[in-house]
Every structure is written in C-alpha cells, then in structure tokens.
C-alpha cells in the first residue's frame, strides 16, 4: 500500500513539472513565416486568452515588446495578432535554429499579463556564398588517390532546411567531393584525390564547387577551386589526434595557454618542419582571439572572451611542412568557453505610468520591471527588490518579470514625488548587483477642504464708515494644488438684511460693507462665510463672521421736557425766603451714543462765575448757593451746558429765567401750555388722578414687558436700543430701568398726563407702530429696518385729568 501511494506521488510530481516547464515557456504560441505582408494574420487572442471581443478597448488590450520594432499589432476590434512589421529573420535571430520573439498582451482594466511566444519561420530568401571568389591549392603530383583536401565552407543565412545540404563538384576525372556532417547545422566537404596528377600533362587544374541549400526550390552560389599540381614531397603531417579539447575561463587573460597542438612527418630536413596554423571558415576567422605559435602549435588567448556571445569556438587548424611541395594535415579544436560572473543584471523598466493619483488604489500597477542577467546558469539567476520603500512593491509576474503596484496609501500633500530605488543581485559568487531609479510623480486629488485658521472672525467696524471700505480680508488655507486649491468666497446667508450689509468678493475674500453703520441703530450682527475649492467634487468649510460697530460720538445731549424747545426761554420761580441749597429746576438730557460718549455732564456757562446759583455735574439739579440778598436781582437769566465725555465732546444749552418772588403763592409751574378745566379743581383731586395714573402706567408697563420679552427671542439678528429709560416724578426726579427692558415715564403736575414708550427688544422691530391708548392725542410713525420679523410696539399715552 505505501509503495502504491509512492507511485502515485512521484507520478503527480511529474505531471506538475511538466506543466509548469510548459508554462514557463510561454502561455500562447503562435508560428509565422518570416517576409510576410503587413497586417498577416498571426493568431486569435480573443478566442486563445477566452476574451470578449466586446471588451479588448475597454479593457485598454496592448501588446508589448522588448525590441525596437513593434514586429506584432493586435486588432482591438476582432481580436486578431498581425504581422505589423517586415520581419528579417536572419537579422533577428543570425545563427540560431530557433527564432522565438516573446511579447506580451496587457489589459489594463484590470490589469492582466499574457506572455506570447511568436515562432519566426525560417524561408529561402538567402543564396548560399563563399568568402571568397577563388581558393587556390597547391598540390603535389606525388599525392596519391585518396588524399583529401578541405574546402571553403559556404556561408547560407538561413538556417534548418533552407541552409546549405550539399555541395557538387563541376566533373572532371581526377577529383570528386566527399560531403560530410558535422552536426545538425555543420556540413563541410573535402576535395578527393581520385587519380594521381600529372604535372606534365596538367599542371594547373581549374573546378567550380557548387554549393546548394535545402529551400525549394533551392538556390546554389559557386566557388572557383585552382589547382596547383606541385612537384616532389610526397609525405603529409599526421596529428597525433583527430579532435583537441580544451576549457578557458572567459576572463583569461592575454598570453593564457590553451593548449599545444602536436603533429609528425615522416620526411626529412625541410619537407619534415611543420608549421601549424588557423584555417578561416566564412566568417569565422580564429586568428582574432586566439594566436597559435606556427612552430610549437602553442595556442594562447588572443582576445577578450565573453561566455555570453560565444560560449564555444570550433577551431580548425593545419599542420603544413616545409617541402617544396609542402603537405598539410588540418584538425578540429574545440574550446569551451566556461562562464564568470562579470555581467550585473540589467533592469528594464517599461510602461511607466507617471503621474499616479494620490488615491490610487493599493494594487495599482505603475510600471513593468523586466530584469536580465547576460551570465548563464547560477551566475544568471536574480533577485529583485526595492530599496527603502514603504508605498510600493514588487509584484512577480514570470520569472525575471515583476510589476512595481503600490503598497501603501499617497499622499500629495506630504510626498509630491517618490524616488523608487530597484535592486537587482544575481546569484554568482561573488554576487553583482545594479539599482534603478524611478521618479514617481503624484498627481493631486481634491481631498482636502479649505482651512479658516480661526473658527470665529471678530471684525470691529466703526460707525458712519464710508461705504464700499474693506473692513477685513479673510483667508482660507488648501493644501491642494492647482485648481483644486483655487479658493471662492461666498456669504451664506442670502437674507436682505445681511446682503444689504456686507458683500465679499468671491476671489480676494475682502469684506466689503454696503451701507455706512449707526452704532444707535445696530451694535452687531454675524453672518457665515463660506470658502469652496475648485475641485471635482468642490469641498468647503465655513466660519462664523461676528461684526462689531465700535460708537463714535456723533449725537448731541438732548433736552428733555420741559426744557426741550431749542431757542425758547424758559422760566422757574423762587421765593425770596429760599435757604442755600433750595431746589430750583431739574435738567434732564439724554445722548444717543454710548459708553463715555453717552456720560453727561452738567455746567452753568452764563452768566461766568454767579455765586448765587449751583448746578449737579451728574444730577442736573439746579440749587441755590446762599440766600436771597436785598441786592441780589430779581431775575436771573441762566443758561445750563450740557456736554458729554466723547472726542470730539458735544453740547446742548438750554436757558432759563429764574425769578425771585416774594411769597410761595406766587410761585406757578414752569410746565408751559397747561390746560385747566375749571379753577375750582381741588388738590385732592389731583392726588387721586395721579395714584389712578400711576397704577394704570404699572400695570400696562408690565403688560408690555411681557410682550416685550418675547419679542426678544424672536429677533437675534440685529440689536438696537431706542430711546433711554427715564421716569420724571411730580417732584422733578429722574430714573432708568434695565438695559433689556427700556421704558420711558413722564409725569406732569399740570398737565396731569403721562408718557410711556416700550421698547422690549435690544433692536426695533423691522416695523414699528407707535398706538395711543386714549382717542384725545393719536399718531402713528413706522420705522423700516433690516429684519425680517415685524413685532408691533406700542406707545401708550395716556392723559389723566
């Protein structure tokens, strides 16, 4: 049983290395005649590699080939393998029985090799010829039947049985010709002596030899053989044997002894010296790497030895004496050439694909390394490998045929271009080794989006700016190349309020206001920014833009009532009695700007100096300073400054007549314009009106709060503060509420009316509209604004009497 199984392995093994020598030859092979036309039909890849024909151009089928000449072509459409190129087969394969060219089909979708081996049929296209036109022998009328002479061999490019099978002699009756083999390519011949010569019947005998090739039908060429019939020396040199042997490294160097060649004659004195020499066959001529010494047959190396071109010379040499009809012997030298390892691989790259996209996939094929090795037997076995690379590798594909793929993930933005060092190293001792190296350039692929280097981009813009001025250039990095990093700008919010505002120009990334800002109407607002490459697909990124209008002092204090009329004089009494300090007025202004552009400050300009009047720097309270004099006029015309703390600083005036009376009874309000109804209205009742007034303001100030506050949440584009929050109470005092909720209070004691205007939002509504409750004093006013929400706000007045 184990025997059995023995059997059956070694069985399986042949098979296998049958096979795989099978496949290693070639994986197709096809046979064609050299000479033939253009476009003769060589095989079907289509139908021998199981393609469809529908798929070769989309599948990129190319034939590839190591030589010069395209010699082969394949037909994308059929599928078919011609002729593209004159094929000369004694150019391409001279002096070989075998012609082969090895080429291969490569489809690039994906990527697949075929190697095709093409067998180049030999034909009779070439006429068998001598070297020379004439050849001379010099032979002795002693010589007797039987004695043979060689011939000039004929040289037929062609080869196998095309090349040259035989050779005839023109008749004659003294000489025939003796053909004989000397391999399956080696024909030589050799001139018979039939009948002894007679130099005095015929001292010079002229032959033609024929040579004829084996083509059909055969073609000849001829050589004129002259004949010398020489006298006397009747003894020919003998070799002491037919057939020399001998081994020479390639690398020999010059002078190195092959052999020495011995031979005898029989004769004596001169017609005994042998003198040894090469014999020329075609065009083989010895002389040109060996030397031979025509006295001892020594033959040394001559010339450079290359195993690779010539692994073998078959030498013929002769033994000739010095006789006055001197007889020669001639015999064969064979010198085996034996291989060195003095030739490093060569290494081929082919099919290059340069640029390679930095997303190419791992597999991809960039290039075909082809590695040859000129040294024979160990001395020719490589191995390849890359040297220090961590993208890409080699890949086998048959025997010394590899393909460079890549192995790793690119990237342009790290390694535009790799140098791809290959190594090659044979298997002699010592080993030879060669490197090549391949530039590798990668092309960019829109992989990365632009890059803001800050997420959030503050701008502070000052208020009143021209417009059209850039209040910032904004940048975004990509790291591609070409289009790919070509960055556009663009606003993301299209809303009217933000295109009205800014504008950026798509290529330089300024921001570009469209209207001149007013800090009192707009603080701050943010759109995004959006920066989007040029690729294929376009990628981008976005960044928030929050703008800041920075307040530049350019609203004036203003006069609240009752001393708002601008060019009017108004008027307060005191009584005589009043103590120092006595509260005379109250000026109330208020600034539209902000910060320290909006802090007031309070001084009496007119008249310069008065020692009787005092006025609050922040309060606005006007006092007296000492008591009434007998001295001291009876009215005193003020007038009240009042500035704020901005650069340029901004004023208002106001003035007022303060008149001394002599009793409080006499002392009437400077509220001007107060209606009575009846003179009879007591102070009781005006208490009352005034308790009735101020809850009713209460109540309807928080109502509007209420809505004020929910109105916030729904405007979060643009915030702006109306009018300040002041309250004036009968006694003249003056109050603000928050920042969030604004109010505005005014309380007369003659008129008995009060003022609220609500403001319940940091900015107003896109449309305002301004109601009174009551029927007696009504206005609307309507402020357009850039918002999209419109929230209604209410001015509530409301006269109580």
């Known amino acids: 049983m184990d025997r059995r199984r023995q059997r059956e392995s070694v069985w399986i093994q042949c098979v296998a290395l049958l096979c795989l020598f099978d496949w290693c030859a070639a994986q197709i092979s096809y046979s064609v005649s050299e000479e033939v036309d253009k476009g003769t039909f060589v095989g079907n890849l289509a139908k021998d590699l199981n393609l469809n024909v529908h798929e070769l151009e989309s599948r990129g089928l190319r034939i590839v080939s190591g030589n010069s000449k395209m010699y082969f072509e394949a037909n994308l459409k059929t599928g078919i393998l011609y002729v593209n190129e004159r094929i000369d087969r004694e150019e391409l394969c001279p002096n070989t029985i075998k012609c082969s060219l090895n080429i291969e089909a490569i489809l690039s979708h994906p990527v697949l090799l075929h190697r095709i081996g093409v067998n180049i049929l030999d034909i009779n296209d070439n006429t068998p010829s001598f070297v020379e036109k004439?050849?001379?022998f010099n032979i002795s009328e002693s010589s007797t039947p039987g004695e043979r002479y060689m011939l000039p061999i004929a040289n037929d490019a062609d080869m196998g049985a095309n090349s040259v099978k035989s050779y005839k002699l023109s008749p004659n009756e003294h000489f025939s010709v003796d053909v004989q083999s000397d391999g399956e390519q080696s024909l030589s011949a050799?001139?018979?002596?039939?009948?002894?010569?007679?130099?005095?019947?015929?001292?010079?005998?002229?032959?033609?030899?024929?040579?004829?090739?084996g083509g059909k039908p055969?073609?000849?060429?001829?050589?004129?053989?002259?004949?010398?019939?020489?006298?006397?020396?009747?003894?020919?040199?003998?070799?002491?044997?037919?057939?020399?042997?001998?081994?020479?490294?390639?690398?020999?160097?010059?002078?190195?002894?092959?052999?020495?060649?011995?031979?005898?004659?029989?004769?004596?004195?001169?017609?005994?010296?042998?003198?040894?020499?090469?014999?020329?066959?075609?065009?083989?001529?010895?002389s040109n790497m060996f030397a031979i010494n025509s006295d001892t047959g020594e033959i040394t190396v001559k010339g450079n030895l290359d195993h690779e071109d010539s692994p073998a010379f078959e030498i013929r040499v002769q033994a000739m004496d010095r006789g006055h009809s001197p007889r020669s012997a001639h015999g064969k030298v064979l010198v085996d050439v034996i291989d060195v390892n003095d030739n490093a691989p060569e290494i081929l790259v082919t099919s290059l694909m340069s640029p390679v996209k930095e997303d190419a996939e791992i597999g991809t094929v960039i290039a075909f390394v082809t590695v040859t090795d000129n040294d024979g037997g160990k001395n020719g076995l490589t191995n390849c490998e890359l040297v220090g690379s961590v993208h890409f590798k080699l890949k086998s594909n048959y025997k010394n045929y590899y393909s460079?793929?890549?192995?790793?993930?690119?990237?342009?933005?790290?390694?535009?271009?790799?140098?791809?060092?290959?190594?090659?190293?044979?298997?002699?001792?010592?080993?030879?080794?060669?490197?090549?190296?391949?530039?590798?350039?990668?092309?960019?692929?829109?992989?990365?989006?632009?890059?803001?280097?800050?997420?959030?981009?503050?701008?502070?813009?000052?208020?009143?700016?021209?417009v059209g001025d850039v209040i910032k250039t904004i940048f975004a990095f990509d790291p591609d190349s070409d289009e790919n990093a070509k960055v556009t700008y663009s606003l993301l919010d299209k809303s009217v309020s933000i295109s009205s505002s800014v504008n950026i120009n798509s290529d330089t990334g300024d921001i570009v206001c469209q209207q001149?800002?007013?800090?009192?109407?707009?603080k701050t607002f943010s759109f995004k920014v959006q920066a989007t490459d040029s690729?294929?697909?376009?990628?981008?990124?976005?960044?928030?833009?929050n703008v800041f209008i920075l307040d530049e002092n350019d609203n004036s204090p203003g006069i609240l009532a009752p001393y708002s009329d601008h060019g009017t004089v108004n008027s307060e009494n005191i009584p005589y009695s009043a103590e120092a300090g006595y509260f005379v007025a109250k000026i109330r202004a208020v600034d539209s700007d902000s910060g320290y552009n909006a802090l007031l400050s309070y001084h009496i300009s007119e008249p310069k100096g008065t020692n009787l009047f005092r006025i609050g720097t922040s309060t606005g309270e006007l006092r007296t300073k000492r008591r009434m004099s007998d001295n001291d006029l009876k009215t005193h015309p003020l007038v009240v400054m009042v500035s704020d703390n901005g650069e340029p600083s901004l004023s208002a005036t106001v003035s007022i007549d303060v008149v001394v009376v002599e009793s409080t009874g006499e002392?009437?309000?400077?509220?001007?314009?107060?209606?009575?109804?009846?003179?009879?209205?007591?102070?009781?009742?005006?208490?009352?009106?005034?308790?009735?007034?101020?809850?009713?303001?209460i109540f309807l100030l928080s109502l509007i709060s209420l809505i004020a506050v929910k109105c916030h949440r729904t405007d979060d584009s643009f915030r702006r503060y109306g009018a300040p929050v002041i309250t004036t109470h009968p006694d003249g005092s003056l109050s603000y509420s928050k920042s969030t909720q604004q109010y505005d209070v005014c309380f007369s004691s003659d008129t008995l009316k009060s003022d609220v205007v609500v403001f319940p939002a940091p900015y107003p509504p896109a449309d305002a509209e301004l109601i009174s409750i009551n029927g007696n004093d009504t206005f609307d006013r309507t402020q357009t604004l850039p918002n999209k929400d419109k929230v209604r706000i209410t001015l509530l007045r409301r006269c109580l009497f």
């Open 134 to 136: 004439s050849h001379t």
């Open 516 to 522: 001149s800002f007013n800090y009192e109407e707009i």
């Open 535 to 545: 690729g294929v697909p376009p990628l981008s990124s976005n960044v928030t833009v």
């Open 667 to 697: 002392i009437q309000t400077q509220y001007r314009n107060v209606p009575r109804k009846e003179e009879s209205f007591s102070d009781l009742n005006l208490y009352l009106l005034i308790a009735i007034a101020s809850v009713s303001v």
């Open 404 to 466: 460079l793929v890549v192995d790793g993930h690119l990237d342009r933005e790290s390694a535009s271009r790799y140098n791809i060092t290959i190594t090659a190293t044979d298997e002699g001792a010592p080993p030879l080794s060669s490197t090549s190296v391949i530039t590798v350039q990668v092309s960019d692929v829109n992989d990365n989006a632009p890059r803001f280097s800050e997420p959030i981009i503050n701008i502070y813009v000052k208020e009143n700016s021209p």
């Open 218 to 286: 055969p073609r000849s060429g001829t050589l004129l053989i002259v004949l010398n019939v020489i006298d006397v020396n009747d003894n020919s040199p003998v070799f002491s044997k037919p057939l020399y042997k001998a081994r020479v490294y390639e690398n020999a160097r010059f002078g190195t002894n092959i052999l020495t060649l011995t031979a005898t004659d029989l004769d004596e004195s001169v017609n005994g010296e042998i003198v040894y020499s090469f014999l020329k066959r075609g065009n083989l001529d010895p």
């Open 190 to 213: 050799e001139l018979v002596l039939q009948k002894a010569l007679d130099r005095e019947v015929q001292p010079v005998i002229q032959l033609t030899l024929t040579a004829i090739d």
